[in-house]
Every structure is written in C-alpha cells, then in structure tokens.
C-alpha cells in the first residue's frame, strides 16, 4: 500500500512477484483500511488482506478457505456495491521504517495499523520461537494462518528489498496436514511444448477444507521415478500455495501393471504443429497458447478443441480464412468470437512469434519488426545467441510448418521477406 502526504493512492497485489494488479478502487469498499492517515511524505506498506473469524483454531479447522474468499471478492469483475466488513489487514512489514522494531510497531499501530505490534514478540532462542509457533498453531486467532515468521533487525534499507530475495527473515509454516488415499486413474497431459504431465486421479479427500481428487504426478520422468501406478496409496498434503501435492507413495500394489508409454516419446518441441488425432493434445495446446499471446479475449481451450474436432481447424492460421470463419456457427456469440480472430490479424509480428514458440527471450523477440530479421545473419548475430540457441532458431525455421506459416504472415502484413535465403 502506498501512501502520499497520509493519502492512500496504491494499493498493488503481490501478483507473481514483480508485477500485481492494481485494487485501489476496492479498498474504499474495505472500511478496514485507511484511507486517510497522520503522515507526510511517501509511505510504502507491505501486509495482507484476511478474512475475519471467530476464535479460529488453525491446528482444528485448516484454512477454512479464508484466502480464496478474499480473493474471489477482489477478482469479481463488477465493482462492489457495499462495504465488506469481513475483510481485515496485517501490515507485516514497514521497509523505510524506523530500525527499532519496537518504535516501528508503534508507530504503524499509531497511524492505524496495531495487528502487527499485537501478534509481535521478541525471541531469544529457538525454544521461544517453536513455544509461540505452536502457541498460534493450537489457539485462537480473529484470522486463519499458515505458520510464523521469524525477521532479524534492523533489516537493509528498502532500496536493498528485492522479490524472493530476503536475508532477514523466513516463514516458518506449520506442521503439513496429510491424508492416505488410493490413485484409481493416470492421465498423460501433453503441453504445448511436447512435455508430458502426469495426473493422477485418487479417492476424493479432504484437507483443510479443500476436496481434493486429482494430484500432478510431475513429468513422465519423474512419475517413472517414482514408480506410482492405478491402486497405490499415497499420502496427500497442501503444498505452501494450497495445491495438493504427493509426500509419498506408502504402499505399492504387488501386481505392477504398467500403462503403454513409449509412444509419448514421441512429442518434442517441434512436434504437432499440424493437427492428427495423435497430435489432439499438443496441438489444442498450440493453438491455446497462440490465441493468448495475441490476446483473443473469449476463446478458451475448450473452443479451440472443439473447432478442431467439428471444424476442421488442422493448421495453426486455419482460422485465419474467412471461409473458415463464415462456416462456424451463427450467433451472438460466433460474431464476438470471429471479431476476435479478425483483430488478431494486426498484432504486431513479435506476438504471433512468441505465440508460435520461437526459441528467443521475450527481449529479442519484441526487437523483430518484420519476418526477414529472421533471415538476415548479421541481424541474428546481434542478439549475442549462444550456439545452442543459434541451433534452435535455426531448426525452428528449417521446419517447413514454421516456414509456411511466416509466409502466410509476411503475406499478411504485405512484407516479403528473403525466405529462400536460409536454404
């Protein structure tokens, strides 16, 4: 949260680290947050929104899904239209702050942030730390939790703060909740890229307050590592995001049945990119992953999957043809859904690169103003590739798919680049 001379004017989600979103305009509907404060200058605050409870035990209910409530009410897409007295804020850290702890959790309890002073304890040792993480773990609190955080002060300046680096201070999470269960399905999910996912589905449980019945298994590789197989139990526990992952596999069946899986060896980086029914996966894959880059709002994968098995979407610019386009079905929805495909067409060449996977950084990628970059050697030299990316680029354009569909792209955009020129 950011404050200007006391002024609330920022109020940014953690997002994936380095960029958020920005939920200025919700706070003014979260009567737990001040809007106005006593202080000059800029003020920089990091915390959380929670979900208010009763007397909540964390070792007895679990995480009662109190984040995901939170988070269901800042993505609603329409403004609220009344004040959420349920949602609370811990401010936890203060980076210009003052270097006393003690005068800083003063300070922020002052200017209307107390939580952090109230659930704030010096330690000496271990001892004291493990007696107050079991303390919080086994008794009540307005707020569910998922451990504590042990913090050395003072801690470096804020200029020093850098995203998933910190010296200063750790989460120490609370003991894993795991339950015993039966795998009674595999699935092989082929990606975009030919890797194979591995899902297994298992007897539904419940751990803190989430059904769980599918688990990721991990790639092909790491499944066959770990040799799990239709009957096995495992041991399921949340993973510090909440996703379900396996501890371990405690009993094996005698009978080792195993699935078919040679012919996955089959997928790779180039592969697919024509539709077969072999292909269905990757090339859905594709063609979902093509249609984000170019920022189609409304297309999911679901509708790629089902252009491709009822109309004959075989190629990665089918829908480019306005036969195609008029085959589909008529409606409201078919009109939004072809304006889409339609203004794909002018975004600008690096996205339908980055769409059809080329082996560049998104740095390199966004230098491509046109095709016959591509082809130019001394352009190519200048993005200092190593000579294994130099292979991939190179591989990526011999393949004739790819070359094909630059051409419908240069085409399109009205430049010709010199393809032969590669050859």
């Known amino acids: 949260m950011v404050y ?18 920005e939920w200025r305009a919700k706070a003014d509907f979260i009567p737990a947050i001040p809007k106005q404060i006593k202080y000059s200058g800029m003020l920089v605050l990091q915390g959380e929104l929670f979900w208010r409870m009763n007397g909540h035990i964390q070792a007895k209910s679990g995480g009662v899904n109190a984040r995901n409530k939170i988070a269901g009410w800042l993505m609603r897409k329409n403004e609220p239209t009344a004040l959420e007295e349920n949602i609370g804020i811990f401010i936890w850290a203060w980076p210009a702050g003052d270097a006393n702890p003690k005068t800083q959790l003063t300070l922020l309890s002052e200017i209307g942030f107390p939580l952090a002073e109230q659930y704030s304890h010096k330690i000496e040792n271990k001892i004291q730390a493990k007696q107050l993480r079991e303390y919080y773990y086994q008794g009540q609190l307005p707020f569910a939790t998922d451990g504590i955080v042990l913090k050395n002060f003072p801690a ?18 609370y003991p894993l909740r795991s339950v015993l269960s039966e795998v009674t399905k595999l699935q092989f999910n082929i990606g975009r890229t030919g890797r194979i996912s591995v899902v297994a589905s298992i007897t539904p449980i419940n751990i803190d307050s989430k059904t769980i019945s599918k688990v990721n298994a991990g790639s092909l590789s790491s499944w066959e590592k770990r040799d799990l197989l239709v009957g096995d139990k495992i041991l399921v526990s949340l993973s510090g995001l909440g996703s379900p992952k396996i501890e371990d596999v405690i009993w094996r069946r005698e ?3 195993y699935p078919e899986t040679s012919t996955l060896k089959q997928f790779h980086s180039l592969s697919c990119l024509t539709y077969t029914e072999v292909c269905s996966q990757q ?18 994968e679901a509708t790629w999957r089902q252009w491709v098995e009822n109309h004959n979407l075989t190629r990665l610019t089918t829908w480019l043809s306005e036969q195609w386009q008029s085959d589909l079905s008529k409606g409201k929805k078919h009109q939004m859904l072809v304006k889409q495909l339609k ?7 690096s996205l339908w690169l980055k769409g059809l996977a080329i082996p560049l950084t998104k740095l390199q990628v966004g ?17 200092n590739l190593t000579k294994l990316q ?17 051409r419908i792209l240069s085409d399109m955009k009205a430049i010709q680049p010199p393809i032969e020129s590669h050859q």
């Open 4 to 21: 200007k001379n006391g002024k609330l004017i920022s109020m940014i989600s953690r997002g994936n680290s380095v960029e958020g979103i």
């Open 156 to 173: 470096p300046a804020a200029s020093a703060w850098q995203s998933k680096q910190n010296s200063w201070a750790i989460a120490w999470k």
């Open 255 to 257: 009978e080792r049945e």
């Open 283 to 300: 090339f859905v894959a594709r063609l979902t992953w093509l249609g984000k880059q170019l920022r189609m709002r409304g297309i999911s």
């Open 343 to 349: 203004m794909a067409k002018d975004q600008p060449i």
């Open 367 to 383: 230098k491509v103003t046109d095709i016959g970059m591509l082809y130019d050697p001394s352009w190519v030299n200048s993005l």
């Open 390 to 406: 130099k292979k991939k680029l190179a591989n990526w354009l011999a393949e004739p798919e790819i070359e094909s569909i630059l």
